[in-house]
């Protein structure tokens, strides 16, 4: 009743006939016309009563009261439905200048965002100066894992973490089973790496957490870092990956001094491996 009071009837393209309404907003009789269903049903669906409801009228019912994705989720809630996918609200699409400050704020240490998709978005400079990460290097977090052979020798206990990382690559496409994209990125590994598509037929689920690394660097030897992946609720869409440094092989001063101007200089010159 409250998102009904607030779509106008011209907002909903009917016309407002100049009458006065007793309360704002559309009446039941329109919001029914409108998602094609029938008025009684409309009623009792307001008042919560125990009655058939699909997916499809929802969306409908959904569509006439211009909810915002988050709304529509909360919708299927209340119908006792297994909510969509969330989606990004149109207000929330912009919010890369905030992540970008985010990950820079975590300098020293190496912090990235990937898509749905693990496809890098955006990273600091301290990714690029660790990971490797730059504009010339494979875009796609998975694709690398198992297909740079850089990134696999500085890796170390590299095929203990690959069915962690598999698992957690199979949870994320379970969220969205009919997203194309998914599909497209897992034939493209397994055309790639043999490793990968052996370890996708085991159907092993992770959610995405925590996984501990251990990273040879050619300048300063060791790093122990923990890359834990946190979700922003109003961007599903996105993932940020922060690795914190574990109290080992002095992995912070490590960092610390590879993101200074004397470190900078040092990773100018060729070092072998």
Same mark, same amino acid.
């Given at each position: 009743?409250?998102?009904?009071? +607030?779509?106008?009837?011209?907002?909903?393209?009917?016309?407002?006939?100049?009458? =006065?309404?007793?309360?704002?907003?559309?009446?039941? #009789? /329109?919001?029914?016309?409108?998602?094609?269903?029938?008025?009684?049903?409309?009623?009792?669906?307001?008042?919560? $009563?125990?009655?058939?409801?699909?997916?499809?009228?929802? %969306?409908?019912?959904?569509?006439?009261?211009?909810?915002?994705?988050?709304? +529509?989720?909360?919708?299927?809630?209340?119908?006792?439905?297994?909510?969509?996918?969330?989606?990004?609200?149109? #207000?929330?699409? %912009?919010?890369?200048?905030?992540? +970008?400050?985010?990950?820079?704020?975590?300098?020293?240490?190496?912090?990235?965002?990937? %898509?749905?998709?693990?496809?890098?978005?955006?990273?600091? %400079?301290?990714?690029?100066?660790?990971?490797?990460?730059?504009?010339?290097?494979?875009?796609?977090?998975?694709?690398?894992?198992?297909?740079?052979?850089?990134? =696999?020798? $500085?890796?170390?206990?590299?095929?203990?973490?690959?069915? $962690?990382?598999?698992?957690?690559? =199979?949870?994320?496409?379970?969220?969205?089973?009919?997203? #194309?994209?998914?599909?497209?990125?897992?034939? /493209?590994?397994?055309?790639?790496?043999?490793?990968?598509?052996?370890?996708?037929?085991? =159907?092993?689920?992770?959610?995405?957490?925590?996984?501990?690394? /251990?990273?040879?660097?050619?300048?300063?030897?060791?790093?122990?870092?923990?890359?834990?992946?946190? $979700?922003?609720?109003?961007?599903?869409?996105?993932?940020?990956?922060?690795?914190?440094?574990?109290?080992?092989?002095?992995?912070?001063?490590?960092?610390?001094?590879?993101?200074?101007? #004397?470190?900078?200089?040092?990773?100018?010159?060729?070092?072998?491996?």
């Amino acid at each position: 009743m409250s998102r009904r009071a +607030r779509v106008s009837p011209a907002e909903a393209g009917l016309p407002d006939g100049g009458a =006065r309404r007793r309360t704002p907003g559309l009446r039941r #009789e /329109e919001v029914a016309v409108l998602a094609g269903v029938g008025v009684s049903w409309y009623q009792w669906l307001e008042q919560g $009563r125990d009655i058939t409801v699909s997916p499809q009228v929802l %969306d409908s019912v959904a569509r006439v009261l211009r909810l915002s994705p988050a709304e +529509r989720r909360h919708l299927y809630v209340l119908a006792a439905l297994n909510p969509p996918a969330p989606e990004t609200a149109p #207000e929330d699409r %912009d919010m890369c200048d905030g992540l +970008r400050r985010l990950i820079d704020a975590w300098m020293p240490f190496p912090a990235h965002i990937m %898509d749905a998709y693990w496809n890098t978005v955006l990273y600091n %400079d301290a990714a690029a100066i660790v990971l490797g990460m730059g504009p010339d290097t494979v875009q796609n977090c998975l694709v690398t894992f198992f297909t740079d052979p850089l990134y =696999r020798t $500085r890796m170390g206990h590299w095929e203990e973490i690959a069915p $962690r990382v598999v698992a957690q690559f =199979r949870s994320a496409c379970s969220e969205s089973p009919e997203d #194309e994209g998914f599909r497209q990125v897992v034939e /493209e590994v397994k055309g790639l790496s043999p490793e990968f598509a052996e370890l996708w037929e085991r =159907r092993d689920i992770l959610p995405g957490g925590q996984n501990r690394k /251990e990273l040879e660097h050619p300048l300063v030897g060791t790093l122990y870092v923990e890359a834990t992946q946190l $979700r922003v609720p109003a961007r599903p869409d996105l993932v940020i990956v922060l690795h914190t440094p574990l109290p080992e092989a002095g992995t912070a001063e490590k960092l610390e001094w590879l993101v200074s101007p #004397e470190g900078r200089r040092g990773a100018m010159y060729p070092v072998a491996g």
